[in-house]
């Protein structure tokens, strides 16, 4: 569902992804993430061993 803000009856998407290289840039990341670097993988890594000791 599209949301237009009653202020100024914009788009959300448009209030945050002003130009058309950021939306650009947006759909790109999001079809073609990057790797995982390792400060990432540790921090799944933390969170998956937290879940299953049930300690969050």
Known sequence: MKHVNPRNNKMDSDLIL???E???LF??????PPEPNEKLKRAFMRY????QN???
């Open 48 to 51: 998956g061993e937290k879940i």
């Open 27 to 32: 759909i790109e990341t999001i079809l073609n």
């Open 18 to 20: 002003k130009t058309i």
């Open 22 to 24: 950021d939306k650009e």
């Open 54 to 56: 049930n300690n969050l």
